[in-house]
């Protein structure tokens, strides 16, 4: 069975500055994908990025990049020039693909961006 | 455009009572999914189905139960509640990939709050 583990459950940073958040899995899959969620105070949760195992280059989204390490099962999120409206817990999830696609979360890391 | 649908958005249920929480979506998702999620702890999966008439047990199934009567809904019965099952719930959707590698987006309710007393 596949597990992930953030090892931050709170952060803090200044606005404007640059936050990494952690996040390890661990599988005997090849092939699997890798997300990032976020859960703003209205439960909402929305997709921040997916980064495809089969890839080596690291996702992009704006503001938002991965940096993946296959090899140590490593799946950072770094938000760059963060915002107010970044504050949130943020849920690292993995999903083998196929079958239902069925998505094992990690317990969350909460972000706070300071003003 | 709707999206996942979830009601009720709060509930206070007392010990031993049933209830069920109605998820509906309109985006013609043939997967669904059903999520509990507990303080501190991350989603973790309840049931989910792949089509109308098909369900499956996910990590933690015990004291709930699922149907699949059509593509749209899902609901989530709670027969006999418990402490235990005080929690928020989220009903997700998506669409089967193309191909044995691809994966799709799964779409997220907003949260059903359940306290059990």
């Known amino acids: 069975a596949q597990t992930v583990t953030q090892s931050q459950p709170e952060m803090s940073v200044q606005e404007a500055e640059t936050v990494t958040l952690s996040c390890t899995y661990d599988t005997s899959e090849n092939n699997y994908y890798l997300f990032w969620y976020k859960q703003p105070p209205s439960r909402q949760m929305i997709l921040v990025i997916r980064?495809?195992?089969?890839?080596?280059q690291n996702a992009t989204e704006n503001r938002f990049s991965v940096n993946f390490q296959k090899a140590a099962k490593s799946f950072s999120l770094k938000i760059s020039d963060s915002q107010l409206g970044d504050t949130a817990m943020y849920f690292c999830a993995f999903m083998k693909p196929g079958g239902a696609q069925k998505l094992v979360f990690g317990q969350g890391t909460r972000l706070t961006i300071n003003p | 455009n709707a999206g996942v649908t979830q009601t009720p958005k709060f509930r206070i249920l007392k010990i031993g009572q049933s209830m069920t929480l109605q998820c509906t979506q309109d985006m013609n998702h043939n997967y669904m999914y059903w999520y509990r999620q507990d303080p501190g702890m991350g989603l973790k999966l309840i049931y989910y189905s792949v089509g109308a008439g098909i369900t499956d047990k996910g990590e933690v199934p015990n004291g709930y139960n699922v149907s699949r009567s059509t593509t749209e809904d899902f609901p989530l019965r709670l027969e006999l509640a418990a402490p235990s099952q005080t929690s928020v719930y989220f009903c997700?959707?998506?669409?089967?990939?193309?191909?044995?590698?691809?994966?799709?987006?799964?779409?997220f309710g907003q949260g059903t709050r359940l306290t059990v007393v």
């Open positions: 997700a959707s998506s669409y089967s990939p193309q191909g044995q590698f691809g994966a799709t987006e799964a779409f």
């Open positions: 980064q495809e195992a089969y890839k080596q």
